[in-house]
C-alpha cells in the first residue's frame, strides 16, 4: 500500500518560515519524481516545486522562486521543502505527489500517487 504523509504544516507570521516534509513508503521511492502542490481557498490545485529522481533537475514556480527549495533523501524516502521566507498568499494546503518515471529528469503533471496534506496558514 502506497502511503505519503506529509508534515510541517502550521501557523506562521509573514516573513517567517516552515519546513514540510513528507515520508514516503509502498514505492522505490527513488524511481520517482516527487512534487509538492498546493491548494489555496477558492483556487485550484498548483504546482509548487518538483524534484527528479537524483536531484539533478528541479523546478519551481515564479512564485516561490527564491523563497522556497525542495529536496529528497532517497535513503530515508522522503521529500522535504524549505519555505522562506513566507506571505500571506503563501496560505494553502500543501500536497506530497510522486510519479513514476523512466528517465531523470522533472515532470510537471499526471501525478500517480497523492498525499492528504498538510494546512500552512500565514497569517499575524
Known amino acids: 500500500q502506497v502511503q505519503l504523509v506529509e508534515s510541517g504544516g502550521g501557523l506562521v507570521q509573514p516573513g517567517g518560515s516552515l519546513r514540510l516534509s513528507c515520508a514516503a513508503s509502498?514505492?522505490?521511492?527513488?524511481?520517482?519524481?516527487m512534487g509538492w502542490f498546493r491548494q489555496a481557498p477558492g483556487k485550484e490545485r498548483e504546482l509548487v516545486a518538483a524534484i527528479s529522481r537524483s536531484s539533478g533537475d528541479l523546478y519551481y514556480a515564479d512564485s516561490v522562486k527564491c523563497r522556497f527549495t525542495i529536496s529528497r533523501d532517497n535513503a530515508k524516502n522522503t521529500v522535504n521543502l524549505q519555505m522562506n521566507p513566507l506571505n500571506p498568499e503563501d496560505t494553502a494546503v500543501y500536497y506530497c505527489a510522486a510519479k513514476w518515471t523512466y528517465e531523470d529528469y522533472v515532470v510537471t503533471g499526471g501525478m500517480d500517487y497523492w498525499g492528504k496534506g498538510t494546512l500552512v496558514t500565514v497569517s499575524s
Open positions: 509502498g514505492i522505490t521511492f527513488s524511481s520517482y519524481v
